[in-house]
Every structure is written in C-alpha cells, then in structure tokens.
C-alpha cells in the first residue's frame, strides 16, 4: 500500500506502508484535518519533531515536507523500521531523520534526546502504555516551553484515555480521536 504526502515540499510523494498487523496507518483524511488543525496552532518552519509508534513515518514525513528542521522517529519493529528507512531515503530526507529502534516506553525514560517542538504519537489502538509514555515525556521535560504534544487513538479508546491524558479529544473524524497535551 502507498500513501501520499499532503503538503509542503514533499506534495504528493509516495510513501510505502508496510503490510502488517503491527500498524494502522493514519488515513489522508485524518492527517489532512489534523495538519489542517495544526498549521493553526504551530509554524513548522525549522522545529524540531518526535514521531513515536512512527509506522510508516507518514506523520513525521509530513513535517518535514511542511519545513521542520530535525524528525526523529521511534518505532521497534524490525520490518517497520526497515521500510521506514527507505520511506526516509526515497525523500533524500536521511540527514535530517534519525530512527530510534526502540520501544516508546523505553525512549521515553531516557531524556539525553532534547526538547521537541511537537510530539505525535499514533501508537495501535491496542497499545495501552501510551499512558506511561505521555507521563515520561512530561516528567522528563521533552517539550519545548511552547510545544505539544499529539496522540491519535480510537473511538473505543475513549473511555480509557480521557482520564489517563485528563482531557477530551480536540476532534473527532470518524472513529479516530485526536488529543491535545
């Protein structure tokens, strides 16, 4: 399966998705609305991007065609991180991308990476350590003073992440919720 980068530089640029079961790519209208959302909010020009759960680098790869300066990636699973590597390589986009080949727990507890401008984290709907993961980004200080953090979870999720992020997603798209912390 292919994806289609939205905007910026990178317009229209074909990504490769692996096929697993490991990973739920976010659909082009979920990060047309989401990206939509957050050139509202943010100026990508020259930030600095953590993409954790990163699958296919869709979300990362999309800040950078918008202008952001340095993306580093986390994702665990071999296969992923492979095709990530050549999604990466395909947009002569390396010098600017470092892949963390780890689990998002495990990075999270570590805070020698530097501060991020934006965080988003798209982990699987299954996943429930995102909450550990959320709360080692704010304990460790990985957000710059005016930075934020984005997690995309289900609709099903919901009852379970309200409480756990301690606020309601900002928006709604079909079955996807968007959260802002």
């Given amino acids: 399966m292919r994806m289609r980068i939205i905007s910026g530089k990178f317009k229209g640029r ?3 998705v ?21 050139n509202n909010k943010i100026d990508f ?9 990163s699958g296919s680098g869709s979300l990362g790869l999309e800040c950078m065609s918008r202008g952001a300066d340095e993306i580093h990636f986390v994702e665990k699973n071999f296969q992923i991180y492979k095709n990530l590597q050549e999604n990466i390589n395909s947009l002569d986009a390396g010098a600017e991308c470092r892949i963390f080949k780890m689990e998002a727990l495990r990075f999270s507890q ?3 990476h530097g ?3 934006l965080i988003l984290a798209d982990p699987p709907f299954s996943k429930d350590d995102i909450y550990r993961v959320v709360e080692n980004l704010k304990i460790n200080k990985f957000l710059n003073d005016q930075g934020i953090i984005i997690i995309e979870r289900s609709i099903q999720t919901r009852v379970k992440d309200i409480p756990n992020f301690g606020t309601e997603p900002f928006k709604i798209i079909g079955d996807t919720c968007l959260y802002e912390i």
Avoid at 45 to 50: A, M, T
């Fill in 110 to 112: 570590i805070s020698d």
């Fill in 45 to 53: 020009d020259r930030i600095k991007v953590l993409d954790i759960y």
């Fill in 18 to 38: 692996p096929d697993s079961k490991l990973i739920r790519p976010t659909t082009d209208r979920v990060r047309e609305t989401l990206f939509n959302l957050l």
């Fill in 14 to 16: 074909l990504i490769r």
């Fill in 115 to 117: 501060k991020y401008d």
